[in-house]
Structure formats: structure tokens, C-alpha cells
């Protein structure tokens, strides 16, 4: 995801506009053509991120739109105070990229996971949050964001994130629907991001059980599509997967709203327990410790159904 975002961002920069990158000490390896080519418009601070928040919003104050890029946890936690004061109150146009969402970084241990960052940065007002599930996704992430009027948070996994464009069977601009129809299966995944992938694993080996599952993503997380709470309105049954907390998820926010309006099927949400992750190990290791791997998907439905 994080290659077709830098490929996106030098296809969308053009020598002279007000697109200016910034790193914290990271992206080596990822931006060495871009610092060539706009070696004007691009700056690495360093660690210090607090201080990489306030010159972004400086920056913007003075009609320019920084990209800022680090990894997740360093940029959503350790800035928080800078990002709710700088950005969100004043309402500035910054877009932070968060490089290795959720359990990405799984060899680095707890401080490098990230399960927490779409809660602290989607209650926030003004911003727009995006968590793409596919490297193609990137490029309309960062679109939208560049025509949001304010701040942004684009969540990314690492990279080597599959092209899921062959199990699709439709999708627009809010949802995408793999695998099967959703309006004709027995239960349906509700998902976002780098996750998506263990969703349709376990979805391709649920049909050839004759059990019928749909996987729909969707990478705008706030504002949340309405489409996200027709289509559980549609579904027989609903599984929320998400690669973050479920204690004040997205999950939870679409329960919520469903709830309001009443919910006839039925609805589970699947995601990492309140908890540090104690064991350190590769994140398709840690995706089983947290029971939200490919296998664990499978069996939660089958207690669904049953």
C-alpha cells in the first residue's frame, strides 16, 4: 500500500503546486525519487513528531498542503495533543499517512501495533479517516483526502498487500462487494483495510461448504457510508472483522447506528480484545494469537449459523 501511495502522490505532484511531503525519520527505501525530483517540496524533521504536527499546520496556515508520513502509532499517540489543537480545532488542510496499521509492525512488539489509532483519530472533528484495503485503494484514499476541506488520517498496512480486484464482484466509490452477493448470503463480512484479505480466505472456504459468505470493505471510515448500514440492513447476519480494538471501534460506531434504527439480524463484531498483544512474532502470527486470522473467521461464522 505504502509503494502505490508514493507512485499516486508522484503522479498527482507537479513541479510548483503546494503539495509538500514530510517524513519523520522513515521512508527510506519508499521516497527516494520523489525527494529527487521535488527535492524543494520534501523535508525529513526527524523524530519529533509533536514538532512535525505544529510545522504541518504552520505550513498549511501559509497556503501550502503537507503530507506527513511515519509510522502509525508514532504519528497518531505520540502527537495526539498537537493533532487535536493544531490540526482538528483549526480545521487545517494536513494529511498524515500512517504506515503499518494494526499489526503490521507484529516483530517490532506492542510498541509498533497499532489497535488504537482509528479510535483517538476518528473522534476528532473535522477529520476525514481512510484505511484502504488494497494497494489500488491508496490512490483514492489520498484523492479524497486532498478534497477534503480539513485535516485527513490515512491508515495503510505495510506492503505486499494483495490486488483483490479478482474476487471482486461489484463495487463504487463507498463499498466493494467480493465473493458473493450479499443480499443473497447467510452471512455477510463487514470490514476495512489490510484485513479484508483473511475476510475473503475465509469467505472462499466457507462457500465451498455450501455456506454462502459475502465480503464487503469499505475504506472510508469517517464520515462512515450510509451504503455500510444498508448493507446490513440487507444481510441475513452481519460480521464485523476489523485489525483494531472493538472497545470504541468502527465496529462499535456501526452498531450503534444500526441499532438506533432498529436491527432484525443478527451482528457480531470480531477484533482484537482489550489487551496488549504479550507474544512478538510475525503479524499472520499475531493475527492468529488475536483470533482474527483466515481460520478464526471460519469458525465464528460457523457458531453464527448454527
Known amino acids: 500500500m505504502r509503494n502505490s501511495l508514493r507512485d499516486a502522490l508522484l503522479e498527482i505532484k507537479k513541479p510548483g503546486d503546494k503539495i509538500y511531503l514530510i517524513v519523520g525519520d522513515i521512508g527510506f527505501g519508499v ?116 478534497n477534503h476541506n480539513g485535516p ?26 467480493y465473493c458473493y452477493d450479499y443480499k443473497k448470503a447467510d452471512v455477510t463480512i463487514l470490514t476495512y483495510g489490510a484485513i479484508t484479505y483473511e475476510c475473503i480466505i475465509a469467505a472462499k472456504e466457507l462457500i465451498k461448504d455450501k455456506v454462502n459468505v459475502a465480503v464487503v470493505s469499505f475504506f472510508k471510515i ?20 476489523e485489525e483494531h480494538t472493538t472497545y470504541h471501534s468502527i465496529g462499535t460506531h456501526i452498531a450503534s447506528k444500526i441499532m438506533q434504527r432498529g436491527l432484525r439480524g443478527k451482528l457480531k463484531i470480531l477484533g482484537i480484545n482489550d489487551k496488549f498483544t504479550e507474544e512478538v512474532g510475525s503479524r499472520d502470527f499475531l493475527l492468529k494469537a488475536h483470533k482474527i486470522d483466515s481460520n478464526s473467521i471460519v469458525k465464528t461464522i460457523r457458531e453464527m449459523i448454527t
Open 31 to 146: 521516497f527516494e525519487e520523489y525527494s529527487k525530483k521535488f527535492k524543494e517540496d520534501y523535508l525529513n524533521i526527524g523524530i519529533c513528531e509533536s514538532n512535525m504536527i505544529g510545522f504541518s499546520s504552520g505550513m498549511s496556515m501559509n497556503g501550502f498542503l503537507p503530507i506527513v508520513y511515519t509510522i502509525v502509532p508514532f504519528l497518531t499517540m505520540r502527537p495526539f495533543e498537537q493533532i487535536r489543537i493544531d490540526l482538528a480545532l483549526h480545521k487545517r488542510k494536513v494529511i498524515l499517512v500512517g504506515v503499518g496499521g494494526g499489526l503490521a509492525y507484529g516483530n517490532l512488539g506492542p510498541t509498533h501495533h497499532s489497535f488504537e489509532d482509528l479510535t483517538l483519530m476518528t473522534i476528532l472533528p473535522n477529520f476525514a479517516v481512510f484505511s484502504p484495503s488494497q494497494p489500488s485503494e491508496s490512490k483514492e484514499a489520498l484523492t479524497a483526502a486532498l
Open 152 to 177: 485527513s488520517y490515512i491508515r495503510l498496512g505495510k506492503n505486499g498487500e494483495p490486488d483483490l480486484s479478482k474476487f471482486m464482484l461489484k463495487g463504487n466509490s463507498n463499498l466493494k462487494n
Open 222 to 241: 469517517k464520515p462512515l457510508p450510509k451504503d455500510i448500514l444498508e448493507v446490513c440492513f440487507e444481510s441475513k447476519a452481519s460480521l464485523i472483522v
